[in-house]
């Protein structure tokens, strides 16, 4: 989690790629610095400049969402079957924010034992499965993404929408029930 995204890295720069190609499937992108990625909702010509806050991590994620829940991914991203529905929040940039939002409601910069009894939760369904993380990325997504809907937000709620979608990710993983990610109640959101 404390690896910066760096554009000079050939992985780094290959998985740019693969994220434009599971994103836009027999589109060809024109380079790593174009007005192509805006499609995405990254925020210039150049994507590296959107991972600050979250690091690498935040592209391995979306890269995980986009190849394993492909039809969510697209939906999401084309905002397919929405009337009249204009790109209300820049999906790229969003989904570097949930992984930050994530990194934070685990505690994951903590570099000694659990602090928070949720990342204690969080750490067991880890040992079990290594992703767990990238899966709950894809369920706070849908999560976030159902709340902006239901809401009405507009960009300027971004902030407390996402906070509210931290809420709900904490209550699903406080369920006695819920002992992997799949068994959170949102899960079932993804397709």
């Not at 992985?11 to 190609?21: C, F, I, K, N, V």
């Not at 991590?57 to 009337?83: C, D, P, V, W, Y």
């Not at 939760?121 to 999560?143: G, I, K, T």
Request: aromatic share 14%; glycine share 4%.
């Amino acid at each position: 989690m404390k690896v910066y995204f760096d554009a000079s890295k050939l992985d780094h720069q290959d998985a740019l790629r693969a994220l434009w190609s599971a994103s836009f499937p027999g589109h060809e992108l024109k380079g790593l610095i174009s007005d192509q990625w805006k499609e995405m909702g990254w925020q210039g010509r150049d994507p590296s400049t959107d991972f600050r806050g979250a690091g690498f991590i935040s592209l391995e994620n979306l890269l995980f969402f986009a190849k394993t829940f492909s039809t969510s991914f697209q939906n999401l991203l084309m905002k397919q079957g929405r009337k009249g529905v204009v790109f209300e929040y820049p999906f790229a940039v969003a989904g570097v924010n949930i992984t930050f939002m994530i990194m934070q409601m685990l505690d994951l910069d903590a570099a000694t034992k659990p602090r928070t009894f949720i990342r204690t939760v969080f750490l067991q369904m880890l040992s079990e499965n290594e992703w767990a993380f990238d899966l709950l990325y894809c369920v706070a997504f849908v999560v976030m993404d159902k709340q902006w809907l239901e809401t009405n937000a507009t960009y300027m709620q971004f902030n407390d929408i996402l906070k509210s979608t931290r809420v709900q990710l904490e209550k699903e993983l406080m369920i006695d029930d819920v002992l992997r990610i799949e068994d959170m109640p949102s899960y079932r959101l993804l397709s």
